[in-house]
């Protein structure tokens, strides 16, 4: 099918007419047709393995020989067919007529070149610029125009020295760099802050609009798309499900799988039980019903009283120990918290400067709670975490965690940290061992008598029997326990993790950034599950996050990090809905959001 451009520009960006996509024996894109208008904003949404990358990858003529693509693809009045066209053509029109923007900045880069010269290298190769000074001087200037300080000295850095955000903008700096006609950017923000988010987005939108340059923007998250685009397509197993203005797909969407997308990633929505919609249960979402889930929370923390918050559901699946804590008292105490690290010497006779990681940070825990972390990188998250999981030692101050002094830990006390305490990482692939079943991964920590409360090592079918039950309490089949972690989807390996992280039953489970590369139907099925699980084993969580929106849903308390201090600490309702602290202020600004649209 093909779908007409709604701008009203009369010239064309990109037409896609009859594209299909297949591999041997099965098809990949089905029949899309759409059109881009020139310095038209269109998003293309779905799933993962809905198609979408396929089709970027068809535009820019990157597919691979195991693929076959058949149907027509032109790119502004430029005659040729991109489908079919030689390696050779297809790399004269990249770069020239159209140019991507890939997810990961540091892997698009070259470590081993200074930016500015990476820059000049693509208005160069297309001969843009006549001779490697202009080409550098346009460099310096495009750096300029995409918001980096000090441009000239900026082109004379390479990618690791600098941040996230500001690699991002070199290489939109060099896909801009001959003034194409289509920016293709695939899930460009995903990585980033949310302020840093904001600033790209912002800066996309910006030099699209001054180029008159047509925009294909891929990306899973509907608040960011609604933030950008002026019109969305919507992709579901590859095939066009929806097409039509933002505003109208969004809050009144025809299809139900747009629907259940638009569920799954309102995080102020639940159902009839108080959970998250996911795709699957999204029949009685009403798109613009917001329930204030957060004073559910709240209410059901307050409603066990001082004495009995800490005594949930599952708390006597794990008696207490002499070595813990009683009920009401902290499990995780902070007192003037700093770590400092040495840094490289800037030259020969240079002196090492000092990093301050955290500063003075301070701040208890009592048990059941949901705390939650936010802040940018660099704002200490991750050093706070490795000193309360006993990876790293603080430089002075106090830090407690079950009663244990993890100030200058000795094995007793890095053992009952163990047992107490467990870590969801943010990439499963990367923290599951790619060659041992998932029956071996979730029983691993059953072999050591020490991470047990018993004290007493569990026999091969007592250890079986613990992980046909963590299986079925994460919601996976039980045939999953003899198959390894590449054969499964990215949510059902978090659900691995997970499993992993519960089998010795501990008392805090520390989740670090444990939704994030995760679709929105993904990610509310994990974050229902999280919460159930954190009511069943009583446990105590905390939730490092940069996206606040999940902190918002998932935890009663929060504290706001910045430059290795907590700026903003309390309970969550008090600190989204009335913060104090600019900072905070501005990270809740910065946060894309689709109720505005919904509320209109």
């Not at 996911?278 to 009685?284: I, K, L, P, Q, R």
């Not at 004073?295 to 207490?320: D, N, W």
Request: charge should be negative.
């Amino acid at each position: 099918m093909t779908l007409i451009s709604t701008n009203s520009s009369t010239k064309t960006a990109l037409t896609v007419e009859h594209l299909n996509v297949s591999t041997a024996g099965r098809t990949l894109i089905d029949d899309v047709g759409f059109t881009i208008g020139a310095g038209e904003r269109v998003g293309l949404i779905g799933e993962s393995g809905s198609g979408k990358s396929v089709t970027s990858l068809a535009v820019m003529g990157l597919l691979p020989d195991s693929l076959t693509a058949s149907g027509t693809i032109t790119v502004g009045d430029d005659p040729r067919n991109v489908v079919g066209l030689s390696e050779r053509e297809s790399a004269r029109m990249r770069g020239l007529k159209m140019s991507m923007v890939f997810q990961e900045p540091m892997t698009a880069l070259n470590p081993l070149m200074k930016v500015g010269d990476q820059i000049a290298e693509a208005a160069l190769i297309h001969k843009t610029t006549p001779t490697w000074v202009a080409a550098r001087k346009r460099a310096v200037q495009l750096i300029a125009d995409v918001g980096l300080p000090d441009p000239a000295e900026a082109a004379g850095a390479y990618p690791h020295q600098l941040s996230g955000g500001q690699r991002q903008r070199v290489v939109l700096a060099i896909a801009l760099a001959n003034d194409p006609t289509l920016l293709v950017a695939d899930e460009p923000t995903t990585a980033l802050d949310v302020t840093v988010q904001r600033q790209v987005l912002d800066l996309v939108q910006r030099t699209v609009a001054e180029r008159d340059t047509g925009l294909l923007f891929i990306t899973h998250d509907l608040a960011v798309v609604g933030n950008v685009c002026d019109r969305i397509l919507v992709m579901h197993h590859g095939v066009v499900v929806e097409e039509g203005l933002t505003e109208n797909v969004l809050t009144r969407p025809q299809h139900p799988y747009t629907r259940g997308l638009l569920a799954a990633s309102d995080l102020d929505a639940t159902d009839e039980q108080g959970r998250l919609f996911t795709v699957s249960t999204a029949e009685g979402y009403v798109p613009g019903r917001f329930v204030d889930r957060l004073g559910e929370a709240t209410a059901r923390v307050a409603e066990r009283g001082a004495g009995e918050q800490q005594s949930m559901a599952g708390a006597s699946a794990r008696p207490e120990s002499d070595s813990v804590p009683p009920s009401g008292a902290p499990v995780v105490k902070v007192t003037d918290l700093t770590r400092e690290y040495g840094s490289r010497r800037s030259g020969l006779f240079g002196k090492g400067r000092r990093v301050k990681a955290l500063q003075g940070v301070s701040y208890e825990i009592t048990s059941g709670r949901r705390f939650g972390i936010v802040g940018e990188s660099g704002s200490g998250k991750s050093t706070m975490l490795r000193i309360l999981s006993g990876l790293d030692r603080p430089t002075s101050g106090n830090v407690e965690v079950v009663g244990r002094d993890l100030t200058n830990p000795g094995k007793a006390d890095l053992a009952e940290l163990r047992r107490n305490l467990q870590v969801v990482f943010q990439d499963p692939m990367a923290s599951l061992d790619p060659r041992m079943k998932v029956k071996d991964i979730i029983a691993e920590p059953l072999l050591n008598a020490g991470n047990l409360e018993s004290g007493q090592a569990m026999d091969a079918q007592q250890r079986r029997n613990r992980v046909d039950e963590l299986l079925e309490q994460v919601g996976l089949p039980a045939d999953a326990a003899d198959r390894y972690p590449h054969e499964f989807s990215g949510g059902q390996r978090q659900r691995i993790s997970i499993a992993r992280a519960l089998s010795c039953r501990p008392r805090i489970l520390v989740a670090d950034e444990p939704v994030s590369a995760l679709d929105v139907s993904v990610r509310a099925q994990v974050l229902n599950l999280l919460a159930d699980l954190v009511d069943e084993y009583g446990l105590t969580l905390i939730f490092v996050s940069h996206d606040l929106g999940v902190v918002r849903y998932l935890c009663d308390e929060v504290a706001v990090m910045k430059n290795g201090r907590i700026v903003e600490l309390g309970p969550t309702s008090k600190i989204y809905d009335d913060p104090q602290n600019e900072y905070t202020k501005a990270l809740i600004r910065a946060t894309p959001t689709i109720q505005h649209l919904q509320e209109a």
